[in-house]
Structure formats: C-alpha cells, structure tokens
C-alpha cells in the first residue's frame, strides 16, 4: 500500500505537466470495434490488477506478412504507477507493440505480463476494463452520451461512475448544457461534436473502467488551444496513480516520462530518461529531440544509428 501512495505521489508531481496536449484518440472504438484474434483468451481473474507491464523479448509479425519481423526481440517494464513513452520513427513498431499489449495479436516469441501474469492467460474482459486505451482521433457510435462513454461496461458501471468519469474528463458541463443531457444522441445522426469533445468522451469512457493501466496515443496534430488545454486538464486526471504507456509524439511528454523506450525498426535502441538519453549525442532519441520528435527520415535515422554504434 505504501508503495503504491508513493507512487501515486509520485506520478501525481512528475505528471502535471505531461498532458502538453496529449491530444487521445484515434483509435479508440477502432479498436474495441476490431475482432480480437486471439480466441483462446483466458480464465485467470486476479484478485487485484495493479498494474506494472513487462514486454519479454517479444518478436512479431503480422499474419499477412510472415515474412516480415515488426518487432525484434523487444523487452521493457513500465513499473507500477509509473509512466513510459514509446518514441520512434514512423514504422517503428510503436502502434504494433500497443496493439500486441491490446491482445489484439499473439507475439511469435516472447511475453507479455501483467504483475507478472501472462496476459494471455487472464480473463479477456477484466483485462479490457483494467487496460485502457485512449487514442487520438475518436470516433463515436450512433447512440446517446451515456452509450457512448458506459460502451462494453454497461453490466457494471453505475450512473454515477460515469457522472465521475465525465467530471475528470472536464465533459460533464457541457454534455449538462444540452436539454437531454446524457441522453442526447451522438455519432452521425446526433450532435456534431468537435475533436476536442470527442476526446474527452474518449477519456471519459477509458476512466470510467477504472483502468490500472492506461495507453495514450498521443496526437500528432495540435488542437486550438483552449481545447488542449482542457483535454490537458482531463489527461491529468487521468495519469495519477496508474501505470501509463504512451506513443508520445511531444518533447514535453517524453522530458516527463520515467522511462523512454526508443524503438527503431522493431529494436529497441536505446532506454533511459530524457536527460540520459540526451547526453549520447548523435544517438537518435538526440536527433529526434532536434526535430522535436516529429517523423525523422530513413537517411537521418541511419546516420544517427551509425553514430551510436
Ligand atoms: P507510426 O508512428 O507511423 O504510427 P509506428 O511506429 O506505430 O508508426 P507500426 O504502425 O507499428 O509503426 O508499424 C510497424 C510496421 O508494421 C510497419 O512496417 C507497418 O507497415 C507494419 N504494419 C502495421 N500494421 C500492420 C498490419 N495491420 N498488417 C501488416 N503490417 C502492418
């Protein structure tokens, strides 16, 4: 418990900041929508999930291209409450090693654990509630506010969990100041929301699983900037007291992180904090910082590996 409270804390001050926009959610129902591969999911339900992540010497490929190694050998633990960017060039492997944490995918070696259980091994629905996804452009479905953000926890979640997920999403006023509240309709045929509202049903829906762990794909392309800041807001609710594992795509985030995971053609490259990563200069977490993390080009990432090695 004291461990916990620590890192609560913890994560609590080293995070105000992170949420510079971490835009959530392109692919949030995307992927709830999305057949699950795996069909032998498990029946271990634990009594408590809390959260800490180890990827063992994971190597994948997708099923349509066998041929073809995404990640190689790839190892990394995100500790209990604390926070991990994923950071990369484009086709990396980033989204795929979320994608395989999602158990949409079956590595072709290695595992992937949850306090120490195979994932693969626990319940598939506990699993989805306590590993969360918020990713950058959400879609909604046709359906009421309070489809939308209870969608897949309806079973379970009460009225006023969702009330609360909305507070911290900074969502509740503004679903209120429509005449039906909750159950105003969204998604094609109902109100047009903006990207920013969107976002924070999004969050509003990952919070209200009460997740131990939260996966933010961070967004590429900023919002205005009364809307980042909101979402920021809402994000940092989000964070405190859970593990997070983040594609980050903004120097603020990774400076924040605990730990950076630089993922280069499917390896892992380099591991450390911003400022240890800083100090290889001529690495490529240094060139991806010069170019503020955006996409860096294939020629730039060989020069930058050439001279790591
Ligand atoms: P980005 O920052 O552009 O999103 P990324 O680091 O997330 O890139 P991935 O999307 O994981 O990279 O892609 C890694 C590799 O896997 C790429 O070569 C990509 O073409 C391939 N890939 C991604 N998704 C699939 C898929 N569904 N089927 C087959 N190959 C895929």
Redesign the pocket.
């Known amino acids: 418990q004291t461990q916990i409270a620590e890192n609560v804390y913890a994560i609590g001050w080293v995070f105000t900041g992170i949420m510079e926009a971490v835009g959530a959610s392109r692919k949030v129902f995307e992927y709830m929508e999305r057949e699950p591969k795996i069909k032998n999911d498990g029946e271990f339900v634990p009594h408590f999930i809390y959260g800490k992540i180890n990827f063992n010497n994971i190597s994948f490929s997708?099923p349509?291209?066998p041929q073809?190694i995404?990640l190689d050998n790839v190892s990394f633990e995100v500790q209990l409450g604390r926070t991990v960017a994923l950071v990369?060039?484009?086709?990396?492997?980033?989204?795929?090693?979320i994608s395989l944490l999602e158990h949409f995918y079956e590595p072709s070696n290695g595992q992937i654990l949850l306090d120490d259980n195979p994932i693969n091994q626990i319940d598939h629905k506990l699993f989805h509630q306590k590993v969360s996804l918020v990713s950058q452009e959400p879609v909604l479905h046709d359906g009421t506010v309070r489809y939308n953000i209870l969608y897949g926890c309806e079973e379970w979640a009460t009225e006023e969990d969702m009330i609360e997920a909305a507070k911290l999403a900074n969502i509740h006023d503004f679903i209120m100041e429509s005449e039906k509240g909750y159950d105003t309709e969204c998604g094609e045929k109902g109100v047009q929301m903006s990207g920013g509202q969107k976002q924070r049903i999004a969050i509003a829906r990952a919070l209200v699983r009460k997740p131990a762990v939260l996966i933010l794909d961070e967004a590429t392309s900023a919002l205005d900037s009364e809307s980042e800041h909101v979402i920021q807001e809402a994000l940092a609710n989000c964070v405190i007291g859970r593990s997070v594992i983040v594609?980050a795509h903004r120097l603020s985030t990774v400076e924040k992180a605990d730990t950076i995971v630089v993922?280069n053609k499917?390896k892992v490259i380099q591991t450390g904090d911003h400022k240890s990563l800083m100090q290889d200069i001529g690495g490529l977490y240094h060139s991806l910082v010069q170019r503020q993390l955006q996409?860096i080009s294939e020629v730039d990432v060989a020069a930058a590996i050439e001279r790591t090695d």
């Open positions: 997708y349509t291209r073809t995404v990369g060039p484009s086709g990396a492997g980033k989204s795929s090693i594609i993922i499917g996409t």
